[in-house]
């Protein structure tokens, strides 16, 4: 079996969750970074990866690591790879560039530069070339430069892998699937809790969170760029994805309950859960979420409310989080409660104590999950 080093990207934050995935799935000489796992694996692992990660972005294969000193020492790694065992011509082709401390001026020269070498590779090969589609391209390769190196790799996802390929009302400001699922990890939820969102928004914890209780795969819906690979094995994909099928539960074994007090966003929550084929395990209402209750002992709730970014919207929050820190004292004694937000205040202002704040990233805004472990009359 032919090992392969593999990049597997997921938000930053998430590194020590994606880790555990990886390894569960057979990966080796595991070593994090930031955003993401240098790994080593087969063909099964990328399947696998690729099909079970709840917090993975991309699951990328490495073609090449080469030094350089200028772009123009780019074009020559870039041409000895050996494209024609990867894919053809019939199939487009989009050069993505990131950088890090490097030497390059201008990202997009260098991803000419490996679109020129894969080109003239092909011509080489088959007498034609791929065609660039930067919108829906067929093979995605990914070059990565720091000062001294340059890495390629193509891309065995295809699509983002937080695209899951249920979500088709987004609402506003949506949480990314991954992100989701990575703060139900870390919150210690396994599907064998009772879970609650008070503020669910378009529902994307709630509905990852039916996914970890139901043991699905999270790309089960979905296809990936290895699909359209030359070195794709079809019968190990089957096998894998069969695997994963009779894996999954019927139902699940405790209470999955969301809520906001949005009525466009519970339309839109209901949607979504009705597309990821959950809508049947996750009980959605319209209410404030201090009129929510328990639906269990010993439960998590886990929720990314609203925060304000103008003046009066901090100033009305802030106001807010007192009652929210006395309604859960009341009501959710015995419970893990996780509040995903970018307000380092909110815990202060609830008269709460976190057992932890763990840094996160939401996109590029710097944000926290605070975990409390709540006890009867009071949590400081």
Known sequence: MTTYSLFVTCPRGLESVLHAELAAQGCTDLAPTD???????GLEQVYRANLHSRTAGRVLLRLTKAPYRTEHDIYKPARNIRWQDWFTPADSIKVHVESKRARIKNPAFVGLKIKDAVCDSQRDSFGERSSVDKQQPDIRIHAFLDDKTVQIFIDTSGEALFKRGYRQDTGEAPLRENLAAGLLLLAGYDGSQPF???FCGSGTIAIEAALIALNRAPGIMRRFGFEKLQKHDPALWQRIKQQAREAARNRPSENI???????????????????????????????????ARPNG?????????PYGERLA??????ALYPQLGGWLKQHYASWTIGMFTGDRDMPKLMRLNPKRKIPLYNGNLDCRLFLLDMVAGSNR
Do not use: K, W, Y
């Open 257 to 291: 309950a969301a809520s906001d007090n949005d009525r466009a966003m519970t339309r839109a929550a209901r949607q979504n859960a009705r597309f990821a084929e959950v809508d049947g395990f996750i009980d959605i209402t319209d209410r404030d979420a201090q009129d």
């Open 35 to 41: 955003g993401g796992i240098a790994c080593t694996g």
């Open 297 to 305: 002992q010993g439960g998590i709730m886990l929720s990314n409310p």
């Open 196 to 198: 609650q969102d008070p």
């Open 313 to 318: 919207e901090i100033q009305a929050l802030h």
